[in-house]
């Protein structure tokens, strides 16, 4: 799983569509790393507590600090690296989430194989 995760972060960046993790993209605040966010693929990333409320409607995601930091990292390390981190299942889900709804949004489409990435 963590594999998948790694490489759709890396197609994002690729892509040009990385999403803001580490501070929000309306007010540039940066995130505690234990913060929970608000991921809005409109914004292009995790927006804070004080700019979530005000920013237009959309479709939101909670994420934690924790999914936060499996994106981070998993977009970071490479193989071996890679293959040590723990997955929690929960930051997993919450990550996995985070770029079902991102590749969605950012590529206009929702792609079939979406349905069968996600976690049980």
Not at 42 to 68: K, M, Q, V
Request: hydrophobic letters at 45%; charged letters at 25%; aromatic letters at 4%.
């Amino acid at each position: 799983p963590g594999d998948v995760i790694a490489f759709d972060v890396r197609l994002l960046g690729l892509l040009g569509f990385a999403p803001v993790l580490d501070r929000c993209p309306e007010c540039g605040r940066r995130h505690s790393p234990e913060a929970a966010t608000c991921f809005r693929p409109a914004a292009g990333g995790c927006l804070c507590a004080a700019c979530a409320p005000a920013a237009p409607p959309g479709r939101d995601l909670p994420l934690t600090g924790a999914g936060r930091r499996l994106l981070r990292q998993l977009g970071r390390l490479a193989g071996a690296d890679r293959d040590r981190l723990e997955l929690e299942a929960r930051p997993l889900a919450e990550a996995r989430k985070t770029l079902n709804l991102a590749l969605t949004w950012w590529l206009e489409a929702e792609l079939p194989m979406l349905r069968y990435l996600l976690p049980p």
